[in-house]
């Protein structure tokens, strides 16, 4: 009998640990450790050391912003932790307003962290007004680098989900070095003449999903760097915005080949362009492969579909030299709706390096413009091989 209890009492105990290290995760609430949710004090040194002890628990552990709106300076969020980490935001984390008090191009950094996750809820609001109208990045190369909103750099295993990045100064989103990352139900939000908001820009990465997701801003909604392989993004509604783009590519020398890219159930409104390719004239050698967009609705885009081997957007390049960036085995699949250019299908290849296994399926784009002229392609150095049916004629 006594035995029997005991070997009752040790299961007992046992199921309490299992409990205690896996579900019931550490909580940091920031206001306990004195954050205050008035706007106006700054709760960096609040993160950093709650940050540093969520980090270093052996259990995983749960910070937690609460309702309310939060001032936050440039951190730094530094792993490797011990354990699974989440960062739980409900309210509104705001960022200051004026560019000159960043010392990075970065406000909230996020490096290093295996198991990490970001949800919550809560809006990142990098008040990017002042920075906007301070940008002459389009007339000055050597302009002032403002922070991006939040920048992952070698994160791993990583989920941000039901979160809002609204305003940033620079891009909202830069991903970096990461490997197994999802965004769900992620929305950007800027307005259409914010310049160089981009909503998610990756590079050097592997195995990046986008679900889900509304991302609307003045600059791409999505667009790839060199290195990235594996980003599928799927459910994800554009506009006002660019485009969902891969590149522009060609500018730097030994760039990292982009291959593997999966966009399906998208919708595109308003924007620019739809899916596109941009690499730069005279530029370095360079790979893009297996890129494939399927399912896509498009509601008065400027350039529903687009390559474009000579991207060049200030007049700033030699536009004669064909670029050296390899493009092969680029499929379009089922992408209907309007453009609001007669030039719904533009594949501009390089003379160099001609486009290779472009697959067009079945295309239905309708131009809806002012003016009379019926929707059109323009092709160069490509020979598309068709399935299904294609309103306007592709390369015809
Ligand atoms: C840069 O462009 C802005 C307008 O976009 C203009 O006001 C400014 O004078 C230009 N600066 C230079 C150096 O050209
Ligand atoms: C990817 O990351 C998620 C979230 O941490 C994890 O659940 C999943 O097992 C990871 N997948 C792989 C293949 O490691
Ligand atoms: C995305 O949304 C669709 C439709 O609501 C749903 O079926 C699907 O499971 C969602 N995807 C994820 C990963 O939650
Ligand atoms: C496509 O994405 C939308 C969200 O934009 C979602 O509501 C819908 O269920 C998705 N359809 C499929 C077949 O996944
Ligand atoms: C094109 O890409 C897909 C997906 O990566 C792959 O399965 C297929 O084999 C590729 N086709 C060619 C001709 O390279
Ligand atoms: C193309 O779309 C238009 C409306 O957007 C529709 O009227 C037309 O029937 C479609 N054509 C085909 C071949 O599906």
Same mark, same amino acid.
């Given at each position: 009998?006594?035995?029997?209890?005991?070997?009752?009492?040790?299961?007992?105990?046992?199921?309490?640990?299992?409990?205690?290290? &896996?579900? $019931?995760?550490?909580? *940091?609430? =920031?206001?306990?450790? !004195?954050? @205050?949710?008035?706007?106006?004090?700054?709760?960096?040194?609040?993160?950093?050391?709650?940050?540093?002890?969520?980090?270093?628990?052996?259990?995983?552990?749960?910070?937690?912003?609460?309702?309310?709106?939060?001032?936050?300076?440039?951190?730094?969020?530094?792993?490797?932790?011990?354990?699974?980490?989440?960062?739980?935001?409900?309210?509104?984390?705001?960022?200051?307003?004026?560019?000159?008090?960043?010392?990075?191009?970065?406000?909230?950094?996020?490096?290093?962290?295996?198991?990490?996750?970001?949800?919550?809820?809560?809006?990142?609001?990098?008040?990017?007004?002042?920075?906007?109208?301070?940008?002459?990045?389009?007339?000055?190369?050597?302009?002032?680098?403002?922070?991006?909103?939040?920048?992952?750099?070698?994160?791993?295993?990583?989920?941000?989900?039901?979160?809002? &990045?609204? $305003?940033?100064?620079? *891009?909202? =989103?830069?991903?970096? !070095?990461? @490997?197994?990352?999802?965004?769900?139900?992620?929305?950007?939000?800027?307005?259409?003449?914010?310049?160089?908001?981009?909503?998610?820009?990756?590079?050097?990465?592997?195995?990046?999903?986008?679900?889900?997701?509304?991302?609307?801003?003045?600059?791409?909604?999505?667009?790839?760097?060199?290195?990235?392989?594996?980003?599928?993004?799927?459910?994800?509604?554009?506009?006002?915005?660019?485009?969902?783009?891969?590149?522009?590519?060609?500018?730097?020398?030994?760039?990292?080949?982009?291959?593997?890219?999966?966009?399906?159930?998208?919708?595109?409104?308003?924007?620019?362009?739809?899916?596109?390719?941009?690499?730069?004239?005279?530029?370095?050698?360079?790979?893009?492969?297996?890129?494939?967009?399927?399912?896509?609705?498009?509601?008065?885009?400027?350039?529903?579909?687009?390559?474009?081997?000579?991207?060049?957007?200030?007049?700033?390049?030699?536009?004669?030299?064909?670029?050296?960036?390899?493009?092969?085995?680029?499929?379009?699949?089922?992408?209907?709706?309007?453009?609001?250019?007669?030039?719904?299908?533009?594949?501009?290849?390089?003379?160099?390096?001609?486009?290779?296994?472009?697959?067009?399926?079945?295309?239905?784009?309708?131009?809806?413009?002012?003016?009379?002229?019926?929707?059109?392609?323009?092709?160069?150095?490509?020979?598309?091989?068709?399935?299904?049916?294609?309103?306007?004629?592709?390369?015809?």
């Amino acid at each position: 009998m006594a035995m029997r209890k005991l070997q009752i009492t040790a299961a007992a105990v046992a199921l309490l640990l299992f409990f205690s290290s &896996t579900s $019931d995760a550490q909580i *940091f609430d =920031v206001t306990k450790y !004195g954050a @205050k949710a008035d706007g106006k004090s700054n709760i960096d040194k609040t993160l950093m050391s709650v940050w540093k002890l969520a980090c270093a628990s052996t259990s995983p552990s749960k910070i937690v912003i609460p309702k309310g709106t939060f001032l936050l300076g440039e951190v730094k969020i530094q792993g490797p932790c011990k354990a699974p980490v989440e960062i739980q935001v409900q309210g509104t984390v705001k960022a200051p307003a004026d560019p000159s008090s960043f010392k990075t191009d970065g406000w909230l950094t996020f490096n290093y962290i295996d198991k990490f996750t970001l949800s919550g809820g809560g809006v990142f609001d990098g008040q990017g007004k002042i920075a906007w109208e301070q940008n002459d990045c389009h007339n000055n190369t050597n302009c002032k680098r403002t922070p991006v909103n939040l920048r992952f750099n070698f994160i791993t295993n990583a989920w941000v989900h039901d979160i809002t &990045t609204l $305003d940033s100064k620079n *891009f909202h =989103v830069n991903v970096l !070095g990461c @490997k197994n990352f999802t965004f769900l139900r992620f929305t950007v939000t800027a307005p259409e003449d914010s310049r160089n908001t981009d909503g998610i820009h990756i590079g050097r990465s592997d195995g990046i999903y986008i679900t889900n997701s509304t991302i609307g801003t003045g600059d791409d909604c999505i667009s790839l760097g060199d290195g990235s392989r594996q980003v599928h993004v799927t459910g994800v509604k554009c506009g006002p915005g660019h485009g969902i783009s891969v590149g522009s590519l060609g500018k730097y020398q030994a760039e990292e080949p982009v291959s593997g890219f999966w966009v399906k159930n998208c919708t595109l409104t308003n924007t620019q362009n739809g899916v596109r390719v941009k690499t730069w004239p005279a530029s370095y050698p360079g790979s893009v492969s297996d890129l494939h967009f399927e399912d896509i609705t498009m509601v008065k885009v400027g350039y529903p579909i687009v390559i474009d081997q000579v991207y060049c957007p200030w007049n700033l390049c030699k536009p004669d030299i064909p670029s050296l960036v390899k493009i092969n085995n680029v499929s379009f699949k089922n992408i209907r709706g309007s453009s609001s250019t007669a030039v719904a299908v533009k594949l501009v290849c390089s003379s160099k390096v001609p486009c290779k296994d472009v697959v067009v399926g079945d295309i239905n784009l309708t131009y809806d413009g002012p003016e009379a002229p019926t929707a059109y392609s323009q092709c160069s150095n490509v020979v598309p091989s068709f399935q299904g049916k294609q309103s306007p004629r592709v390369c015809a």
